[in-house]
């Protein structure tokens, strides 16, 4: 007999309902029967822990034997949070190449720089070269041998502070845009004045968005329009490139400008409540996270009505004496129009949000009606069994009924509605969610109607939205949030013909970022401990610091590119936002730019590259302890450490300072299971990862987002376009091996949207990221997504789908921005050809 060390773990359920033993049975009379379960597992594990290494584990708590069964139940929590901006140090610290100190000449510059005052700030004249490299040097801080990091910083944040105080940053704007223009024409000439004006720009915002933002600095960047500015000359770039134009740094200083101009997150979250407020939304209780309300959009609400009112006739009576008696705030048959594809009418918009009725489903409209009434006598059933009952063929039936059909069924003598019917719609009713965006889009769409059938000419329509601060505003708040709306309608009006080119641009930069170097190699060659040279006797060469120089300038170029793909993955996404916040059809039109330069191909070829590549892993001597399937989990961009080169670092430079001796490691050495871990709630073992890509995380977390924002929910033919790139495994992979709320929420999000698309051996072989869904991100009360979609329907309207939302922002755009899209070809013709047809 098998001793109870070995009892198989397919007995435990036997042994714990079936045939308990005495210890169970007290277990039983104690716990629950899923926490006797819980403790018969975790029985067992310990069991095959002292099996594997012959060591007892028992009150360990944070010392595990068997590192590969901790590798198959856990995976690690990576304590990463998205923020907007990083530590003041790191973000000027990116800001530099290697090349860059030769360039402003950072070593002699505090011999050439002169003491600044603040009465000096005043009146410098940057056209002077001596002026503008003492001002230079006042800015970087004052440094020097002896000055420390921290000593520096502090310097830097006194004199940026003090520099935007004596209003000296509306000249360096000035001269910076000039030199931008200049950049052009003087192709192939670097100037080193250009780039000391930008990093005086860069460094004052930095310095601003840490500290907070004055309104003396905005008003300066207000007035200089350089934002919108720096959008067109990326536009002349593109078509003309100029090693001399610098345009990683003005991609960087893009970013801030971003930032300090429209606002972060938090400036964002106080716009929408601003927003909300504005607009008389009354539902918006359900983003409280306290709040576990189900709810419905207005789309679901007219839908369910619908389907209410086919099986039930008299639903529309009770209906109407309901809306008579319910207040304004309600929703009324008037208001909810707005909200829903009148049925009657043939405009292509009806395709942007189709109601999906039971009548309108290309297989429940078909399914047969009730041939028979319920008082028609039928003969009884047979006494004999059936032939399957004797072991013949059984007999399948389709018991499905055709919901679009009345129902047949008495419901009472008195009431002709059923109870139930009725607590129904009035849950959904007051289930109902508005948002400003829903509001806005539909109200464009009846604008678009109402052009689109002749009735009424809308192209001279004024009606945009005025923030102008007054004194009546209720707070500070308020005047700030009308101040980035503003500038959002201000920005986009000015940039609308140039956001083309700044998406193909921003795109290049994301399919730039190809890691074809293997770390593995060069780390091995620069550290002078493990290189080949020294192996062989051939370190005092001098042609392995010619090698050693040349690897470094490789994995600098590395570093570079992830920088620069940061900033442009946050402008896309700052964009994006802001737009929506603006109006939903200007962030439409956006992730369409995006959408049309394949950005689903650039991303899924992106997230390959940078997660199952080869030359991300290490050697073998490195890897010899880690399970087969650890390797690509613990070695990849995500978990390798940053590319830190301590020789180019801004700050040693400037100290002159640093660890020569220290070793440069490219790739991750220790394996997801040899972290430590502990005991948490559930009796489950929590890996806290502290040590990996923090720029990997942002740019991930963005493209991310981007992808969710470009599958606009609804529109199909995105989704069939993004399926095809066959992304699933990819997002699975960082779905179900880490452990991160800026991952996983967006990732869920996404799998939500394609899950219905794909066939049903994928979802039952993905049940747990199924699952994952349904925990995780917030129900509705009719949150049938999974199945019961039309899924022919939607194929079939995908395209037309598309051109409905294509047309009505092509609308939007010629309405509102008549000049700015008649540069992009697009003009109103008011020539009426119908009259002139009948005419002739």
Known sequence: MESDENISIDRLEDQLIDNPDPSTTKQLSELSYDETFQKKLNERAEQLFTSFDGVSHEGEGNQLGSSFYLFLVKKPYLEYEYTDYDELDRELAEWFVSADYQLIELSSLPERAKSLSIEDLRFLDLLSASDLNSLLYYILGNYGPGVSKNDQLSQIEEHCKVFARTGGLDQVISLLLDDLENSIKNNGTFDGRLFKLLTVTYFVLNVELITGITDQVLQSLSDQDILPRLVKFIEVWRVNPAPSSRIRNVILLLWKLLLIELGDSEQLNKVNEYLNRKHGIMKKERDDTSNNRLTCSPLEYHTFREDLRDKYPVLAKYQHQDEKSHSKEDISES????????????????????????????????????????????PSPPRTPSDFMSGGEKIRKLYDVNQSMPFIYPTGAEELLPEAIKEADELFRNALYESYSIKRLWRERQRYMSQERGNQDHYDDSDTETYQSSDNDESDVDSSCKRSLKRVEEVYEETLPYLLSLAKV????????????????????????????????????????????????????????????????????????????????????????????????????????????????????????????EVMMSQNKLMNPEIDIPQFNFFNVCSGEWDRSQIIELTNKTAISKFPSKVGEG??????????????????????????????????????????????????????????????????????????????????????????????????????????????????????????????????????????????????????????????
């Open 683 to 840: 009796n489950k073992h929590i890996v806290k990862v502290t040590k990996f890509n923090r720029n990997y995380c942002r740019i991930l977390t963005n493209h991310l987002q981007l992808i969710n924002k470009i599958l606009i929910k609804g529109v199909s033919q995105r989704t069939f376009g993004f399926i095809e790139t066959k992304p699933t495994d990819l997002l699975k992979f960082i779905l179900l091996n880490y452990e991160c709320h800026s991952f996983k929420i967006p990732i869920l999000k996404i799998f939500k949207k394609i899950i219905p698309f794909q066939g049903r051996k994928w979802r039952a072989m993905n049940m747990d990221v199924i699952s994952q869904v349904f925990l995780n991100l917030r129900l509705s009360i009719r949150d049938n997504w999974l199945s019961g979609r039309d899924l022919e329907s939607d194929f079939n309207n995908s395209f037309d789908q598309e051109i409905a939302l294509r047309s009505l922002i092509q609308f939007y755009n010629v309405r509102r921005y008549p000049k700015q899209m008649e540069k992009l070809g697009y003009t109103v013709s008011k020539e009426n050809s119908a009259t002139e047809y009948l005419e002739e």
């Open 335 to 378: 208001s909810h129009q707005a909200f829903m594809a009148a049925n009657a009418t043939s405009s292509l918009t009806n395709l942007l949000e189709m109601p999906r009725t039971n009548k309108a489903h290309s297989i429940y409209g078909q399914l047969p009606v009730n041939t028979l009434h319920i008082a028609t006598p039928v």
């Open 506 to 629: 921003l795109i290049e930069i994301t399919k730039s970022y190809k890691h074809e170097l293997s770390l593995r190699d060069v780390e091995q060659e620069i550290n002078p401990a493990t290189a080949l040279a020294h192996k062989f006797g051939y370190s005092n060469d001098g042609s392995y610091e010619a090698v050693r120089r040349y690897l470094f300038r490789q994995l600098e170029s590395i570093h570079t590119k992830e920088i620069c793909l940061k900033a442009s993955s946050s402008i896309m996404i700052l964009l994006l936002k802001w737009f929506k916040a603006s109006h939903v059809v200007k962030s439409y039109y956006f992730n369409s730019i995006l959408h049309d330069e394949q950005f689903f191909d650039v991303f899924t070829s992106f997230m390959a590259n940078s997660l199952t590549n080869d030359d991300l892993h290490g050697t073998d001597e490195d890897n010899k302890n880690f399970v087969p399937d």
